[in-house]
Each structure stands twice: as C-alpha cells, then as structure tokens.
C-alpha cells in the first residue's frame, strides 16, 4: 500500500504565498512522476503542476507563480504556491505514479488540501 498525505493549505490573501507539501509513505520502490492538481468547485480537477524527474511542466495559469521540486530521499514534493489569486482557490491534491517495492505500477492520490485566497 502507497499512501499520499498533503499537507500546508490554508487561507491567504490574494499576493500571499503557501507552500503545501506531500509526502508518500508505504511499500515504494520509486516515484516516476509527481503532480499537484487542483479541483474548484463545480469544476474539473485539473492539472497544475507536474515533475518527472527530468522535466517539469505548469499549466499556462499559474507559470512564474507556482513551483514544483520534489526530494526523492524523503519521498516528497513541494508546490511553492507565490502570488496567489482568487481563483487558485481550490482542494489542491497531489499524485505519484511509481512502482512498489514488488514492481507493480501504481497510481495513487492523497485527500486534498484546500487552499482559499480571499481578495
């Protein structure tokens, strides 16, 4: 079993900054891939962010702002969250694709942080 927490959400005003955290714990031989994703109310979740080791994407609506770096030996990713906005209000979540230690592929997610940004 894999598990996922996620932890640092919270209130900001709009122009702060949070920096969530999300550590894997479990039967984990390697993480391939992290991402943070983020579901708003009434929308789908999305995608923001993503590490792969060798590469990092952001979606277009929070580039220069948010930030993903990851620590292979604690088995964490980080999301530095700068300059939030009203409408990055969202349960932020994070998701590890890898393998267990008896090589089998697995996906998991962790339970959501909320993050609110007030104007």
């Known amino acids: 079993q894999v598990r996922l927490v996620e932890s640092g959400g919270g209130s900001v005003q709009a122009g702060g900054s949070l920096r969530l955290s999300c550590a894997a714990s479990?039967?984990?031989?390697?993480?391939?891939?992290w991402g943070w994703y983020r579901q708003a109310p009434g929308k789908q979740r999305e995608l923001v962010a993503s590490?792969?080791?060798?590469?990092?994407n952001y979606a277009d609506s929070v580039k220069g702002r948010f930030t993903i770096s990851r620590d292979n030996a604690k088995n964490m990713v980080y999301l530095q969250m700068n300059s939030l906005k009203p409408e990055d209000t969202a349960v932020y979540y994070c998701?590890?694709?890898?393998?267990?230690?008896?090589?089998?592929?697995?996906?998991?997610w962790g339970q959501g942080t909320q993050v609110t940004v007030s104007s």
């Open positions: 590490n792969a080791g060798g590469s990092t």
């Open positions: 479990g039967s984990i031989f390697s993480i391939n891939l």
């Open positions: 998701n590890a694709n890898g393998r267990d230690i008896l090589a089998r592929a697995y996906n998991y």
